[in-house]
């Protein structure tokens, strides 16, 4: 079981920064890949970046790609997203996810992650 909790969500101007956290419960952190997705009103959840369980591989969505970057600390079982330049369709709420994954490989598909933070609102004004 795996228990996830974001933070660092807030109101930006477009231009911006944001970083993103998401805390993981468990000792098992590195066995999993993670990911970042959003949601924004009436859209469907997408993809904003994934990482494999040893950090090696990564994955960014075509959405955000340049400017974002995500990485792990497996000692401090967390995620982070690092969001720059941010616009105001970036506005969603922006959930963390855990994928039991032995292979070391990105997942991007939301039907593979076993387990979701609450998610923490983003909201770029323009």
């Known amino acids: 079981q795996v228990q996830l909790v974001e933070s660092g969500g807030g109101l930006v101007q477009a231009g911006g920064s944001l970083r993103l956290s998401c805390a993981a419960s468990?000792?098992?952190?590195?066995?999993?890949?993670m990911g970042w997705f959003r949601q924004a009103p009436g859209k469907e959840r997408e993809v904003v970046a994934a990482?494999?369980?040893?950090?090696?591989?990564?994955y960014y969505g075509d959405s955000m790609k340049g400017r974002v970057t995500i990485s792990r600390d497996n000692a401090k079982n967390t995620v982070s997203l690092q969001m720059n330049r941010l616009k105001p369709e970036d506005t969603a709420v922006y959930y963390c996810a855990a994928s039991r994954d032995y292979s070391d490989r990105v997942v991007i598909a939301p039907s593979e992650y076993d387990y979701w933070g609450q998610g923490t609102q983003v909201t770029v004004s323009s």
């Open positions: 990482i494999s369980w040893s950090g090696g591989r990564t």
């Open positions: 468990g000792r098992t952190f590195s066995s999993y890949a």
